[in-house]
């Protein structure tokens, strides 16, 4: 046994072709067999991502070029019409309007989201007494399903009485509300961010932690050294030790604004007047209620664009970033 | 200004003992605000549950009256909800939906990231760059042509439908292989010489040395998984195989409101949930600061 450690110790030590040539004689039989457990361990992942993965998203592409129905009509067989469904997209008010809804969720939701977990990770980081409690309450929303969410909230939001207005004329003595919130097209899509940010935030607030967790002390001990100030601390230390922490948090907030979907179906289904609609309501109005497959499926087509230009940002990114 | 902050800081400065305490004071009182901002709802929702008149709570919906437990309190709305809507049977639908894509995805998403990790096969490195290549992929922009799919075999309205689809799963592949990736290979090697099977390698010891990825795996799954919205809604047609994400919102959408069982419903669901993460707390915080090591 020990010897036979020693041996492999060495063969580790030989290079790698070296190592192979070694392997192929010695335990031919053993390779042999190892690439035939490699492939059966691969074999119901790959058959299961293919099937439900790659195929229908090859279909998508596909079904983009036609106007396939969901229930099809024998008198009018599926066709090909090229990029017919592409152009229409783009002169549909509503895909506008959905896209430009995502934007702007995007636009406001990914930076105060953002800062928002920050300054939770860094106040639930101070060593103060009962701070896992409040780590705890700031987690909650998180652990709530996303439809109870929408649910409560849309209460909460009621036009008249409900708490929401309640409260707002109550601090400002009288003088704001009452505001028609879910009803209100000004104000719909911004009473949806409010509870989307409430609910998502806590789990970047662990990302964060753990970032802030991970940098280490003595940067600012260093720091204190030369006597700076906590301002300085956190722009010159705390923010850049964060920052592929920042990308990666950025990143995955725009991908979630742009799947937008389950908040909105729930309280406004996308109205009042489109005021939220979103690519992915749009998509399952499209494709689930009005049957118009091959339209969806340009919808799905672009916004997987969409989502894959985001994430090569990020990938991008980070490679110049090890380089 | 030098001057200025020594001063400020002598641990004996009656300044700084004051100036200590006034902040570590404002300290928690921006904690406990902010902790009443993500309470509120929550408080809410479970006091309205436990309020058997549906008029009381309409009215008390104005008011810090909202969050108090008073008037006709029990649990009427819960009796409801078991009894007339068939709650329970949600309840096992969406457990045994999670429960099998979870537990099934471990043994498959693992299997298949141990051998990407530890085997040498040839095709190795096309397969790794693929499965990184279908993180990206969204299961939105693939819902419509998968319903086309589920619909020609006659899947629509079933458990498997909303499960098989979810088993294999890129990014818990991936999650599996960074941690298996690290795991030294002289432990394996010298198993295999000693005679074990790469299988018996997979089973024997990546396992029991992996426990803390599976862990997370498992907890993202079941956090992602509970959520799920958009599929259910499109694949499921009555109430037998209904999750509880789309049961509570049909109730929701039927007229008129009794939001009493509405309250008590959505309760309902957040109870195992919030349980679940009381008890596991410290793996959820790991799960979720190790998924973002990505790139």
């Not at chain 1, 790698?16 to 335990?27: A, V």
């Not at chain 1, 279909?59 to 024998?74: E, G, K, M, Y």
């Not at chain 1, 103060?128 to 709530?144: A, D, E, G, K, M």
Request: aromatic letters at 16%; glycine letters at 4%.
């Amino acid at each position: 046994m020990h010897n036979l450690n020693q041996n492999i110790k060495m063969r580790r030590k030989s290079n790698n072709s070296d190592l192979r040539s070694n392997l192929k004689r010695g335990f031919g039989y053993k390779r042999k067999r190892e690439v035939t457990v490699a492939w059966v361990l691969c074999a119901p992942a790959l058959t299961l991502l293919f099937i439900f993965l790659v195929v229908p998203f090859i279909i998508a592409f596909f079904l983009s070029f036609t106007d396939q129905r969901l229930i099809p009509n024998p008198n009018m067989p599926t066709q090909f019409i090229g990029f017919r469904n592409f152009l229409r997209l783009f002169m549909d008010e509503y895909f506008q309007r959905a896209l430009l809804n995502n934007f702007i969720f995007a636009i406001v939701v990914v930076p105060v989201q953002t800062a928002f977990a920050l300054l939770l990770a860094i106040l639930v980081n101070q060593k103060l007494r009962f701070i896992n409690l409040f780590r705890t309450i700031y987690f909650t929303p998180v652990v709530t399903t996303m439809v109870v969410v929408a649910i409560v909230w849309s209460f909460l939001y009621n036009p008249g009485e409900g708490f929401i207005n309640q409260f707002i004329k109550t601090i400002s003595g009288g003088l704001l509300g009452p505001y028609g919130w879910l009803d209100d097209t000004r104000l719909a899509l911004t009473a949806i961010m409010v509870l989307s940010i409430w609910q998502g935030v806590g789990f970047q607030m662990v990302i964060y932690l753990a970032g802030l967790q991970g940098i280490p002390a003595e940067l600012y001990e260093a720091a204190e050294v030369d006597s700076a100030n906590a301002w300085q601390k956190f722009w010159y230390i705390t923010l850049p030790q964060l920052k592929n922490t920042t990308i990666f948090v950025v990143i995955s907030t725009t991908i979630l604004a742009f799947k937008l979907f389950t908040q909105v179906w729930v309280m406004t289904r996308g109205g009042p007047q489109s005021a939220t609609l979103t690519a992915i309501v749009l998509l399952y109005k499209e494709g689930f209620v009005q049957n118009r497959i091959g339209y969806s499926a340009a919808i799905a087509v672009l916004f997987f664009l969409i989502v894959f230009f985001i994430s090569m940002v990020q990938r991008i990114y980070l490679r110049g970033e090890r380089r | 200004m030098k001057n200025n902050v020594s001063t400020n800081r002598n641990p004996f400065g009656i300044r700084y003992m004051v100036s200590k305490r006034m902040s570590i004071g404002i300290r928690y009182l921006i904690l406990v605000i902010i902790a009443l901002f993500f309470l509120f709802p929550t408080v809410f929702m479970f006091v309205s549950s436990i309020k058997n008149n549906e008029t009381q709570i309409i009215s008390d919906m104005s008011n810090l009256r909202a969050f108090v437990p008073y008037g006709d309190i029990g649990f009427k709305n819960y009796f409801d909800v078991f009894t007339q809507l068939r709650f329970a049977r949600f309840m096992f639908n969406s457990l045994f939906i999670v429960g099998t894509i979870v537990f099934a995805g471990l043994i498959v998403n693992s299997m298949i990231a141990y051998s990407l990790a530890r085997l040498r096969f040839r095709g190795r490195n096309i397969i790794i760059s693929l499965i990184i290549a279908l993180i990206i992929v969204p299961v939105e922009s693939i819902v419509i042509p998968l319903l086309l799919m589920v619909n020609k075999v006659g899947w629509i309205d079933s458990y498997h439908v909303q499960i098989i689809p979810f088993i294999a799963d890129a990014f818990s592949i991936f999650l599996f292989y960074q941690f298996f990736i690290d795991i030294p290979t002289e432990i394996d090697e010298a198993a295999i010489v000693d005679g074990a099977s790469s299988f018996r390698v997979y089973w024997n010891i990546i396992i029991p040395l992996s426990l803390p990825v599976f862990a997370t795996v498992a907890i993202l799954q079941f956090l992602f998984r509970w959520n799920d919205f958009l599929w259910p809604l499109m694949v499921t047609r009555g109430y037998e195989y209904r999750p509880l994400t789309v049961a509570i919102q049909q109730l929701f959408t039927q007229a008129p409101k009794m939001w009493g069982d509405i309250f008590a419903f959505a309760s309902m669901i957040t109870i195992p949930s919030l349980t679940v993460f009381l008890v596991f707390q410290k793996w959820f915080v790991r799960s979720i600061a190790s998924s973002s090591i990505k790139g």
